[in-house]
């Protein structure tokens, strides 16, 4: 989940720039106004990248080992829409519902422990009981009020969303995909104490223990104070967002090591997008992006790497 930003802040940062500078790393920005400082590279076109080979992990059950995105590979996080990877990337994550980027390593998004915002109804009319209630109503995320929390409380649900979510799972394997994220793990959080650490991480590993048997890799995302309890589950990596903003690449990287992807966002950096490469904390793999992940032609899109 793209961390939520309260809209005074988004327009605070609207007013003052993104912050992304000269020297240290380079920067697609958008048409604004307030990103015309930053100088923007030469247009990517669509050649399509060489990615190296990919480090494997044993973590992988019946179906063998695992290959991990390479170290400190190139990234670009595509949620908000697909298109040819910029020059020199190598690991391109997307959405279930779009197909992997040729020739690079890639990440298959799965909203894990909420609904996406065009399926509540369809959760709402087939697994009511799948939903996590208050007074009778669905439990929404607060910061994404059309995306329900799914219920791990009890393990007869954890089993049914296993199943549930384990078909876009296989499908992503089916797609071609080399890993899949698990997006919200720290749903649990939202609940009002309804939710609890346990029940997700229960879940979790159902989920990686069905994407480890289709040959995927598995991201861990969000919660970064579950990382050391995460890896025990079986993730293989993890997929961080404004860890640096957040003070929290390390709570990844120490349990991770090379194996963290992280997005900052143009309009919440913490200092500059050089103050960001500059860090001895952020990972290698960290991509700047348009909080909306919008893609190339849109006038918000944006895209940087250190």
């Known amino acids: 989940m793209r961390r939520w930003i309260p809209l005074l802040a988004i327009v605070l940062a609207a007013c003052s720039g993104p912050g992304a500078s000269t020297g ?94 065009d399926e509540g109804d369809w959760w709402l009319a087939n697994h009511p009981d799948l939903v996590l209630r208050s007074g009778g109503e669905p439990v929404v995320d607060p910061g994404w009020p059309d995306e329900y929390l799914l219920d791990t409380s009890s393990d007869a649900g954890r089993v049914a969303l296993a199943e549930i979510v384990g078909r876009t799972i296989r499908d992503c394997a089916g797609t071609g995909y080399d890993a899949v994220e698990l997006d919200n793990l720290d749903s649990y959080t939202r609940s009002g104490g309804r939710l609890s650490a346990d029940g997700a991480l229960d879940l979790a590993g159902r989920l990686v223990a069905i994407a480890h048997e289709a040959g995927l890799a598995v991201a861990q995302k969000n919660a970064a104070e579950l990382s050391a309890r995460a890896r025990d589950v079986g993730f293989d990596l993890a997929i961080a967002e404004e860890c640096h903003r957040w003070d929290e690449c390390a709570s990844y990287t120490d349990v991770y090591g090379p194996h963290v992807l992280d997005v900052e966002y143009t309009d919440d950096l913490r200092g500059s997008w050089a103050d960001v490469c500059a860090d001895p904390q952020t990972p290698a793999s960290v991509v700047l992006r348009d909080r909306e992940l919008v893609a190339p032609g849109d006038p918000d899109y944006a895209y940087g790497h250190c």
């Open 24 to 117: 240290t790393g380079t920067l697609e920005p958008p048409t604004t106004e307030a990103a015309r400082s930053v100088p923007a590279p030469t247009p990517t076109g669509s050649a399509t990248p060489t990615v190296p080979a990919a480090p494997t992990s044993s973590a992988g059950g019946a179906g063998g080992t695992i290959a991990l995105p390479p170290d400190r590979a190139r990234f670009d996080y595509q949620l908000g829409g697909a298109y040819p990877p910029p020059d020199g990337v190598t690991v391109v994550e997307r959405d279930s519902t779009e197909p992997p980027a040729a020739g690079a390593y890639g990440i298959c998004y799965v909203n894990a422990f909420q609904t996406q915002p």
